[in-house]
């Protein structure tokens, strides 16, 4: 197994991006916050996980272990390949998921692009207990660098690419990030102490919380796939 990599990001796309470790460039499915971390040329490490199928050996990158062993758990449900575990990743931080199963909050769970009702009980009723609780997992997602991306156009891209990687439609996408650019733009230019209203505001708090005039590309995703999950 390959645990990690660590070495100089050779290039970013909406799904993935290349790691060269020795001379060797790699290629690594992310979610889209673990990319939101990587920069084109600078050093970063991530967690993976190699899933070896007959026709393939596919790495997918994790801003941590906890992000890793996560994914890797989900995998062993019912009906949950690498793909959908990414994708449940892409909506949840690990805490929240675990906080999601115990609560069987089965709203949450359907906000995750291809899974249904049924699909989010058969994960409620598997993983309950397995995925431990909230705070259990390792910190360290800033092993992959810096989670903030300075200014307003790079942010909006990178979570368009995501939503569009996620399978939403790029209408769809460019009014969610309509939707919650206003409190973004007005919190990351606040800092983190300005008030908030709702779970909205809450997110929009998030995102400008690493520091005053940067958006958090990651929570910022997931503040685009609550407004979708609602339309």
Known sequence: MIAHLDGTVSSIAPDGAVIEVGGVGLLVQCAPGTLARLRA?????????????EDSLTLYGFADDDERNTFEL???????GPRLALAMLAVFRPDALRRAVAAQDLAALT???????????????????R???PGDGSPGAAAAGPSTAAGADPWREQVRA????????????????AA??????VHAGA??????????????AAAAEPAAGT?????ALRAALRVLGRA
Not at 43 to 53: D, E, F, G, H, Q
Not at 111 to 129: D, M, S
Not at 162 to 174: I, K, Y
């Open 41 to 53: 040329g600078e050093r970063a490490r991530v967690a993976t996980s190699l899933v070896v199928r």
């Open 74 to 80: 989900l995998q062993t449900a019912s009906g949950i």
């Open 111 to 129: 906000t995750v692009p291809g899974i249904g009702r049924k699909g989010a009980q058969r994960i409620v009723l598997e993983l309950a207990g």
């Open 131 to 133: 995925l431990g609780r």
């Open 162 to 177: 995501g939503l569009v990687n996620l399978g939403w439609q790029a209408r769809d996408a460019d009014q969610a990030i």
């Open 180 to 185: 919650i650019e206003p409190e973004l733009l």
């Open 191 to 204: 800092g983190p102490d300005a008030p908030v209203g709702g779970a909205a505001g809450a997110d929009a």
């Open 215 to 219: 958006v958090d590309v990651a929570v």
